[in-house]
C-alpha cells in the first residue's frame, strides 16, 4: 500500500476526515509564515487526538533547537526538515530527539536528486519535492516537477513524492513514479491553508486505487 500524508491538518474535522479516508500520516506545521501554522496549543489537541491512530509528523523549516523542542512536546512520531538543513544538522536533530526524521529535498534538475545521497545514513526518509521560486515558501504551492527525473534515485533510503499533487493526477504520478509515500497540502485545499474535506477523501481514493 501506498502511504498517503496529508499535510497541514488544521481542525479536528479535517483530521477525522484524514483518518476515516485510511490516510497513514499527517503533517501539523511548525513554519510561522505558513498559512498552515498551527500554535503549539492548537498542534497538541490534534496530536492527541491522532495518538495511535496516524503516523503524526511535524513540519519545521530550518528550526533552531527551541523550537524544536517546543513542537516534538505537543506529541509528534516524526521530525520533517523543510529547509537547507545540512546532513550534519539532519542527524544532529535524530540523535537529540530521537525520533524519525524526513528530509525535504526541493527538486528542479536531476542534480537535485543526486544530492540526496549525501543525506543518506542522516535522514530515515526523503521527500522529493518541487522547488518554489527563490522568497517564496519552501512548500505548499501547488508545484510539481518532472517526475521523471525520480528515475535516477537509486539510494537506500525511503522517499515519498511531494509538489503539486491532488486528487486529478496522485494516480498516475504512482504509476510514473513508483512512490511509497504521496504528500498533499494545497491540492486539497478551497483556499490556501483551509482543508477541504471532499478534497482528502477524494484524493485518498485516487491514491488508493493508484498503489
Not at 524544536?68 to 509528534?76: D, F, K, Q, S, W
Not at 537529540?96 to 525535504?104: H, Q, T
Not at 527525473?149 to 503539486?164: C, D, E, N, Q, V
Request: aromatic letters at 6%; glycine letters at 10%.
Amino acid at each position: 500500500m501506498t502511504g498517503i500524508k496529508i499535510c497541514g491538518i488544521d481542525r479536528a474535522k479535517v483530521l477525522e476526515a484524514a483518518i476515516a479516508a485510511r490516510a497513514s500520516h499527517v503533517g501539523l506545521v511548525f513554519f510561522p509564515p505558513s498559512p498552515r501554522f498551527l500554535s503549539s496549543a492548537d498542534a497538541a489537541a490534534l496530536s492527541l487526538q491522532a495518538k495511535g491512530r496516524v503516523i503524526r509528523v511535524g513540519l519545521f523549516v530550518d528550526p533552531d533547537d527551541a523550537a524544536l523542542t517546543e513542537g516534538v512536546a505537543t506529541g509528534l512520531d516524526a521530525i520533517q526538515l523543510h529547509g537547507e538543513e545540512s546532513p550534519a544538522r539532519v542527524a544532529e536533530v535524530k540523535a537529540r530527539y530521537g525520533l524519525e526524521v524526513w528530509k525535504v529535498l526541493p527538486v528542479a534538475t536531476a542534480d537535485d536528486i543526486a544530492r540526496s545521497h549525501a543525506y543518506h545514513g542522516a535522514a530515515d526518509f526523503l521527500l522529493f519535492d518541487a522547488k518554489t521560486p527563490k522568497g517564496a515558501l519552501p512548500g505548499g504551492m501547488g508545484l510539481r516537477f518532472d517526475w521523471s527525473l525520480l528515475t535516477a534515485y537509486r539510494g537506500p533510503t525511503a522517499w515519498g513524492l511531494a509538489g503539486g499533487l491532488n486528487a486529478g493526477n496522485v494516480a498516475q504520478a504512482i504509476a510514473r513514479t513508483g512512490a511509497p509515500l504521496v504528500d498533499a497540502s494545497s491540492g486539497i485545499e478551497s483556499a490556501p491553508g483551509v482543508k477541504d474535506v471532499t478534497k482528502i477523501v477524494a484524493f485518498c481514493a485516487a491514491a488508493h486505487r493508484g498503489a
